[in-house]
T-cell receptor, first 110, second 116 residues
Framework: NAGVTQTPKFRILKIGQSMTLQCTQDMNHNYMYWYRQDPGMGLKLIYYSVGAGITDKGEVPNGYNVSRSTTEDFPLRLELAAPSQTSVYFC?????????FGPGTRLLVL | AQKITQTQPGMFVQEKEAVTLDCTYDTSDPSYGLFWYKQPSSGEMIFLIYQGSYDQQNATEGRYSLNFQKARKSANLVISASQLGDSAMYFCAMREDSNTGNQFYFGTGTSLTVIP
């Protein structure tokens, strides 16, 4: 069973480039989340979605955009990459009481 | 103010002993959930245990139990009979429930090392 999958696993971006981090879940969960984890820190919520067509900002949304056209997919878009966006990005979906996390995407912006 | 506070950056425990990892939280919402996650050196986030704000009893999951003291706003994780594989970062998190959805907040984590 796949659970939550994320692609790519690792990416290097130049300043000003854009990219989309992909996230897919196969558990039919309505709630999905994007987090970033900076070195030695906990996770910070970027955006979340309570269902297809509905998204909302988390604690650190600046520099990111999301969309939720289907229940399964919740891509995260970086439009103009900045060195401050160097981080590990986790996608998660929520069941009854549990968040299931993807394996993460390590992003380096140079 | 910090939503989740974990005051122990690092902890050591002898194998087979019990250990308590501290977590305090700050919210004015009546409905919220408290979570603990384990992050091994490989980097994945593993759900351990959940406690709802209206739950009367402390949550337990195998060797993990959550000591929920609502008046003190604390949600400490107790790991019994520590194993070498328990060495990892542990994160406390809170979900604030509202009409429009959820906000999640994580603490800065506690690094647990189990000594043989």
């Amino acid at each position: 069973n796949a659970g939550v999958t994320q692609t790519p696993k690792f990416r290097i971006l130049k300043i000003g480039q854009s990219m989309t981090l992909q996230c897919t879940q196969d558990m039919n969960h309505n709630y999905m989340y994007w987090y970033r984890q900076d070195p030695g820190m906990g996770l910070k919520l970027i955006y979340y979605s309570v269902g297809a067509g509905i998204t909302d900002k988390g604690e650190v949304p600046n520099g990111y955009n999301v969309s939720r056209s289907t229940t399964e997919d919740f891509p995260l878009r970086l439009e103009l990459a900045a060195p401050s966006q160097t981080s590990v990005y986790f996608c998660a979906s929520q069941g009854q009481e549990t968040q299931y996390f993807g394996p993460g995407t390590r992003l380096l912006v140079l | 103010a910090q939503k989740i506070t974990q005051t122990q950056p690092g902890m050591f425990v002898q194998e087979k002993e019990a250990v308590t990892l501290d977590c305090t939280y700050d919210t004015s919402d009546p409905s919220y959930g408290l979570f603990w996650y384990k992050q091994p050196s490989s980097g994945e986030m593993i759900f351990l245990i959940y406690q709802g704000s209206y739950d009367q009893q402390n949550a337990t999951e195998g060797r993990y139990s959550l000591n929920f003291q609502k008046a003190r706003k604390s949600a400490n994780l107790v790991i019994s009979a520590s194993q070498l594989g328990d060495s990892a970062m542990y994160f406390c998190a809170m979900r604030e429930d509202s009409n429009t959805g959820n906000q999640f907040y994580f603490g800065t984590g506690t690094s647990l090392t189990v000594i043989p």
